[in-house]
């Protein structure tokens, strides 16, 4: 096995207003990499295609991890971001297909679009940063558990995780984007805490497996269950604000929404057929 020690001249790198830049690796053979402390930024495409990198340390002194930084790193199994992380690039994670698990830090304030597209073997993923990029985790189809402790999950950010089971959305988050769950086909359950007052179009729509929706927000966007055939179980707590038209359309299944507040009406368009509302 090749690894390398902080040594910084096992790295490409430019000085640039008083910061250290990571720009490249000069081995690509390597499999194991520390990051010498004192580096304030990863680079955009810094380790692009790095196929023998199995793992690496990034120190506190980093900051930053540019666009495409680790995108291709196709062997990469393990990566631990540290606190002092602000800000991850687009595509900084993309199709590093070995990756099988991820946690992003309190400290992450900004997140590109497709940071983790392709990683097909990742399964859990805890997240904490304030922000959840668009695309950030759609396609990741062995992804099965995930808990949000973020603010923002922005538009589509896990559209077309297949195998996603279990969402955990903490009382942290406030707004879900458009279609931000969109065809997760086998998440069985939600509950929306009622932090969230954002919601965007179709933000679990066709999620064919969801039986039960716990709904605690102040708003419901337009379509956000439509075509959830399998969804029996509505439950609305709160005074709510907002819902959206065709909010329950192609719901067959359901056949009565329950509702925990008598301030609460949901208008007829929000739903095919005929629905009894019950007021608990």
Known sequence: ?????????????????????????????????????????????AF?????????????????????????????????????????????FTFCSSLTSIEIPDSVTEMGEFTFVGCSSLTSAMLHGSVI???????????????????????????????????????????IGEGAFHGCDNLESIK?????????????????????????????GTGTFCDCINLTSVKIYGSFTEIGDGAFTGCDNLTSIEIHNPNTKIPENSFDGSIEIIYV
Do not use: Q
């Not at 950030?136 to 973020?150: E, G, P, R, T, Y």
């Not at 929306?192 to 419901?220: K, N, Q, W």
């Open 48 to 92: 692009y295609e790095c196929s023998s990198l199995k793992s690496i340390e990034i120190p506190d002194s980093v900051t930053e991890i540019g666009g495409f930084a680790f995108s291709s790193c196709r062997n990469l199994k393990s990566i631990k971001l540290p606190d002092s992380v602000t800000k991850i690039g687009e595509n900084a």
């Open 133 to 175: 990029g668009e695309w950030a985790f759609s396609d990741c189809k062995s992804l099965s558990n995930v808990k949000i402790h973020s603010s923002v999950i922005r538009r589509c950010a896990f559209m077309d995780c297949k195998s996603l089971t279990s969402v955990e959305i903490h009382s942290s988050v406030t707004e």
């Open 192 to 220: 929306i805490p009622d932090s969230v007052t954002v919601m965007g179009d179709g933000a679990f729509c066709g999620c064919s497996s969801l039986t039960r929706a716990e709904i605690h927000g102040s708003v419901i």
């Open 1 to 45: 096995m090749k690894s390398c020690s902080t040594n910084l001249d096992a790295f490409e790198y430019e000085e640039k207003d008083g910061k250290i830049i990571l720009t490249g690796l000069k081995d690509k053979s390597l499999t194991e990499i520390v990051i010498p402390d004192g580096i304030t930024e990863i680079g955009s495409w």
